[in-house]
Each structure stands twice: as structure tokens, then as C-alpha cells.
Nanobody, 117 residues
Framework: QVHLVESGGGLVQPGGSLRLSCRAS????SDWTMRWFRQTPGKEREVVAIITAAESLTNYAAPVKGRFTISRDNAKNTVDLQMNNLKVEDTAVYYC??????????WGQGTQVTVSA
């Protein structure tokens, strides 16, 4: 079955960088669009970045555009999120996501990112 495992979260000071990674298994990774979401307590989960399957086209939420970069390695079945110039408001649990053709969502367990001085 589809399995997603995130890693790379942690504590960083404002202006710092972190790189999240998601390792996928259980499906043909190169055929599926991948996403990163984040969620803070009391708020809905929001999409942060998307990368398509065939052409690796990317799109970003407005608050992270120009600071975050999503990339994928189809040989390793991984999708990464490079986060630069982090802000306090980027603090959240970050989730890796994919969706099958039937519209079923699959999620990793999440990784905590805390931006604090």
C-alpha cells in the first residue's frame, strides 16, 4: 500500500533553512503528483507546494513563494522541500501527500518544523 515517511523537521531560528524529505513506497512514484502541506493547531491543513509527475512542474502557496523549493527524485522515490529564510509563521507540522486517480488522499505521519529565536 501507499506509504509516505517524512523526515528533516526541527528547530531553527528565523532566517534559517531546513530541508524536508519524504520517502514514498507502494506505488509508481514517477506517475503521481506529490504535495507538501502544513498544519498549525486550530487551523485547516493547507497546501504549501506541488510538483507534478511527468514534467515536474511546480506551484507554491503565496506565503512561501520565493523561499521554498519542492523537488523530486524519481529514481529514489523521494520528494523534498527546501525551506529558506524561514519565518516564525512557518512553524507547523509538515505533511507529505499524494492522491490516486480515484481521489483518495495519502498522508505521511508529519514532521514538526519550529521557527523560533
Amino acid at each position: 500500500q501507499v506509504h509516505l515517511v517524512e523526515s528533516g523537521g526541527g528547530l531553527v531560528q528565523p532566517g534559517g533553512s531546513l530541508r524536508l524529505s519524504c520517502r514514498a513506497s507502494g506505488f509508481t512514484f514517477s506517475d503521481w503528483t506529490m504535495r507538501w502541506f502544513r498544519q498549525t493547531p486550530g487551523k485547516e491543513r493547507e497546501v504549501v507546494a506541488i510538483i507534478t509527475a511527468a514534467e515536474s512542474l511546480t506551484n507554491y502557496a503565496a506565503p512561501v513563494k520565493g523561499r521554498f523549493t519542492i523537488s523530486r527524485d524519481n529514481a529514489k522515490n523521494t520528494v523534498d522541500l527546501q525551506m529558506n529564510n524561514l519565518k516564525v509563521e512557518d512553524t507547523a507540522v509538515y505533511y507529505c501527500n499524494t492522491r490516486n486517480r480515484q481521489g483518495d488522499d495519502y498522508w505521511g505521519q508529519g514532521t514538526q518544523v519550529t521557527v523560533s529565536a
